[in-house]
């Protein structure tokens, strides 16, 4: 399972990265704007150069076909490492399709359901982003969107990879996991959770106070 970290603030990209276990990017407009980011595609650039490997998901902001091509390929041709990000809307899904015969990646963001899940993968989306954290909150459970969607896709071997989204705390991350979730991104506050539990450090106190026990005799 790859993790990517959902994020446009750069201490928090360089961090994730130095622990080592990084495997991409994602952003969004929100993102961007909590950011306080103006030039967005300045932005994009740094992001790709500070994790060298791995896709960073550029979104773009219009609406209509023939701005989302526009939009995408410039996304695309500031680095390799771009995937541009598309909403899941009829449009969308028409550009999708374009994208994939112009050998552009991919992430169709905004998934809710099964079905549009579906439409993304048979345009050619390289990556499906269902939210399942927003699921949660509206009384929906997330999970089983997660699940149902690595169903449909194992029966007819359909090679789009599920990028769980939307993650909030780390059950999400273990249940998006035993689901076979291909990527999941998760705020920094999610990936440092996982590093966490009380047992660890209690351990870890002990063989450290035993250590010094024995040695200063
Ligand atoms: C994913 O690509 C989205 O940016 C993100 O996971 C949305 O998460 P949120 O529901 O916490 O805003």
Redesign the pocket.
């Known amino acids: 399972m790859r993790f990517f970290i959902?994020t446009a603030n750069m201490a928090e990209i360089r961090e994730a990265m130095e622990m080592g276990i990084l495997d991409g990017v994602?952003?969004?407009p929100?993102?961007m704007a909590k950011e306080g980011i103006k030039n967005v595609e300045e932005h994009y650039i740094a992001i790709c150069k500070a994790i060298g490997s791995g896709d960073v998901?550029a979104e773009v902001i219009a609406t209509d076909y023939a701005g989302m091509i526009q939009e995408g390929r410039a996304l695309a041709h500031l680095h390799p490492h771009i995937t541009v990000?598309v909403p899941m809307i009829k449009e969308g899904i028409k550009a999708i399709r374009t994208f994939t015969e112009e050998g552009i990646r991919t992430?169709c963001?905004l998934i809710f359901s099964p079905a549009q899940a579906l439409l993304a993968a048979k345009a050619g989306a390289t990556y499906v982003?269902p939210?399942l954290?927003?699921l949660d909150?509206v009384g929906h459970n997330g999970m089983q969107l997660i699940g149902s969607i690595r169903q449909i896709f194992n029966v007819y071997g359909i090679k789009t990879q599920i990028?769980a989204?939307?993650?909030?705390h780390t059950l999400h991350l273990i249940q998006c996991a035993e689901m076979g979730a291909d990527v999941a991104?998760?705020?920094f506050k999610v990936i440092e959770g996982l590093f966490k539990h009380p047992l660890t450090d209690k351990g870890l106190e002990q063989f450290l106070a035993d250590y010094q026990k024995n040695n200063s005799l």
């Open positions: 959902d994602t952003t969004n929100s993102l998901s990000k992430n963001t982003s939210f954290g927003r909150d990028l989204a939307s993650i909030r991104t998760m705020p």
